[in-house]
Structures are given as C-alpha cells and as structure tokens.
Nanobody, 121 residues
Framework: QVQLVESGGGLVQPGGSLRLSCAASGSIFSIHTMGWYRQAPGKQRELVADTQSGGSTNYADSVKGRFTISRDNAKNTVYLQMNSLKPEDTAVYYC???????????????WGQGTQVTVSS
C-alpha cells in the first residue's frame, strides 16, 4: 500500500512564506511524477506545480516566480516553497504522485489527504 503524507500548511499573512512537504511511502518501485494541486472553496482542483523524474518542472502561471518545487528522490519526498503568498493562494493543497506500485504491479496516481493553506491578515 502507498501513502502520501503532507505537512507544512497553516495560516500566514500576505507576503509571507510557507514550505509544504510530502513524503511517499509503502510498496513503491519507481516514481515518475510528484507534485501539488490545490482546491479553493467553490473552485475546481488545479495544478500548482509538478516535477518529473528527469528533473523537468511545470508551474501554474499564477505561481511562477513565487513558488518553487523540489524533490528528494532518496527520500521519495517533494517540497513546495511558497513565497510572496497572496490571499488568492488560500486553498487546500494536495500532494500527488504517479508511481509504480509493487502491490498493484502498475503505474497509478496516488493522492495525499490535503493540507490547508490560508493567507490572510
């Protein structure tokens, strides 16, 4: 069984910073993609950033220049450094990964439970 466990959310003032972490554990053979989505109240879940095993990264236009995604392959962990936070960044942030599970014997997508990020004065 595979688990993604997030940490690092919380309340921050506009202009502040937060760092999210997500560790994947369990019966993992290989990880291709790790990344973050977010969902604000009344809105659809949207991609924030992701990173592939080859090192390439993708960012939503709304976070480019402010957020940085990084990955520690030895720890199966992905990080999201969020700077210059704005109230519109308020959302539940979900970690996800596309990986090959030994249990399933196939590539599958897995999700974390979500962590709340609130940007407010």
């Amino acid at each position: 069984q595979v688990q993604l466990v997030e940490s690092g959310g919380g309340l921050v003032q506009p202009g502040g910073s937060l760092r999210l972490s997500c560790a994947a554990s369990g019966s993992i053979f290989s990880i291709h993609t790790m990344g973050w989505y977010r969902q604000a109240p009344g809105k659809q879940r949207e991609l924030v950033a992701d990173t592939q095993s080859g090192g390439s990264t993708n960012y939503a236009d709304s976070v480019k220049g402010r957020f940085t995604i990084s990955r520690d392959n030895a720890k199966n962990t992905v990080y999201l450094q969020m700077n210059s936070l704005k109230p519109e960044d308020t959302a539940v942030y979900y970690c996800y990964s596309s990986l090959f599970s030994r249990t399933h014997g196939a590539w599958s997508d897995f999700w974390g439970q979500g962590t709340q990020v609130t940007v407010s004065s």
